[in-house]
T-cell receptor, first 113, second 113 residues
Framework: ETGVTQTPRHLVMGMTNKKSLKCEQHLGHNAMYWYKQSAKKPLELMFVYNFKEQTENNSVPSRFSPECPNSSHLFLHLHTLQPEDSALYLC????????????FGPGTRLTVL | AQSVTQPDIHITVSEGASLELRCNYSYGATPYLFWYVQSPGQGLQLLLKYFSGDTLVQGIKGFEAEFKRSQSSFNLRKPSVHWSDAAEYFCAVVGDRDDKIIFGKGTRLHILP
């Protein structure tokens, strides 16, 4: 595997479910990001991790819980989501954080029923 | 705080015609500027970036962009589009002391045969 991979690619869940999104990068980067992409809204940065430490939480509701066990893996744990949380969730990584090119995964299409 | 404006939500051009996608940014100093492309069902791919130096930047897939400080613009151009260029294009900006990349709302490009 090369680049940034995300699993699952599609996820349908009820509002009471708990699920997790996984992101893995094979690029030797040290910064990883979660974005939310909704229809008719700009791409929203959710979380930034740099060397496994969270450096940005962009006022994300607590029903989204990120985890970064090492520089190659990033998780987004989901619980008691709302229908408005349905979106494409994109993971990205970069070498360093400030100003460097971000490489994106293909995204997880999440539908909350 | 920096911001990015892409004034055109949709652009339609004929195959073989030239293309220009507009991007305006707001930032006090010279920012880092990016253009990304997103094909349906995919993540974002970097087309080109501007950090400093020559204001005309060449990217992949035959794209180029020109940084114009006086107009706070970073427009994307291609002399002759191909049907495979149909996608959504995002302009993005990062301040030089900030690791938060701000994306525009995107411009969806449609190609007529």
């Amino acid at each position: 595997e090369t680049g940034v991979t995300q699993t699952p690619r599609h996820l349908v869940m009820g509002m009471t479910n708990k699920k997790s999104l996984k992101c893995e990068q094979h690029l030797g980067h040290n910064a990883m990001y979660w974005y939310k992409q909704s229809a008719k809204k700009p791409l929203e940065l959710m979380f930034v991790y740099n060397f496994k430490e969270q450096t940005e939480n962009n006022s994300v509701p607590s029903r989204f819980s990120p985890e970064c066990p090492n520089s190659s893996h990033l998780f987004l744990h989901l619980h008691t989501l709302q229908p408005e949380d349905s979106a494409l969730y994109l993971c990205a990584s970069s070498l360093g954080s400030a100003g460097n090119e971000q490489f994106f995964g293909p995204g997880t299409r999440l539908t909350v029923l | 705080a920096q911001s990015v404006t892409q004034p055109d939500i949709h652009i339609t051009v004929s195959e073989g015609a030239s293309l220009e996608l507009r991007c305006n940014y707001s930032y006090g100093a010279t920012p880092y500027l990016f253009w990304y492309v997103q094909s349906p069902g995919q993540g974002l791919q970097l087309l080109l970036k501007y950090f400093s130096g020559d204001t005309l930047v060449q990217g992949i897939k035959g794209f180029e962009a020109e940084f114009k400080r006086s107009q706070s613009s970073f427009n994307l151009r291609k002399p002759s589009v191909h049907w495979s260029d149909a996608a959504e294009y995002f302009c993005a900006v990062v301040g030089d002391r900030d690791d938060k990349i701000i994306f525009g709302k995107g411009t969806r490009l449609h190609i007529l045969p």
